[in-house]
């Protein structure tokens, strides 16, 4: 009886070691998930706001006017105007503008902006497929801080499918265009080469 006795708790000991090994190897792995997790947490938000910093540090925008990069006397009506004024780390520098006006006086006007190279530069302004500037805003749009871009528009310009898209090049300028014909809204990108 007392082999059968010495049996069965050793049996019963067996079995309770190796739930508490059990336990111990669940709470292990469990304290090792929440760690990694909680480490990628503080990774992720460490990079984004050194991102953010960096990029808020190296890009200087200041509101700029319509007229300031288009002068001329015959310049076409448009309203709500703004427009912001880029400068990179690279040096370049550009212009992205939003506002409204008539697509058919805009572009006339555009044309005969002056240039400083006419074999670098377009005489009229030609439309082009959207769908590279779109992908281009979008991924553009992932890597900028937090309310910096207004992407609402994105999801206008991805589903209406009356927008057109326009490019001019009056060197040293090249414009990109989007135009709203529902709202008459523009945004025009521009580029400055030099």
Known sequence: ????ILSVITAFLLISCNKIEEKIDQTVQ??????????QQVVEESVK???NESINSLTNSKDVKFNTVFPGTGAPV????????FKFPTGSEG?????????????????SQPTT???????????????????????????????????SFLDEIKTDKSIQYYKLKRFPNSST???????????QYVEVNK
């Open 117 to 151: 190279d006419e074999s670098k530069s377009d005489k009229k302004a030609r439309k082009i497929d959207g769908q590279s500037i779109i992908d281009k805003i979008s991924l553009a749009s992932k890597f900028l801080p937090e309310n910096t871009f207004d992407t």
């Open 95 to 111: 212009y992205v503008f939003k506002y409204k006006a008539d697509i058919a006086a805009l572009l006339p006007f555009l044309e």
């Open 30 to 39: 469990k304290t090792k998930e929440t760690v990694q997790q909680k480490a």
């Open 177 to 187: 265009l989007i135009y709203s014909p529902t709202s008459q809204t523009i945004i």
């Open 49 to 51: 706001k050194t991102v």
């Open 1 to 4: 009886m007392k082999k059968y």
């Open 78 to 85: 448009i309203s709500d105007e703004k427009g912001k004024k």
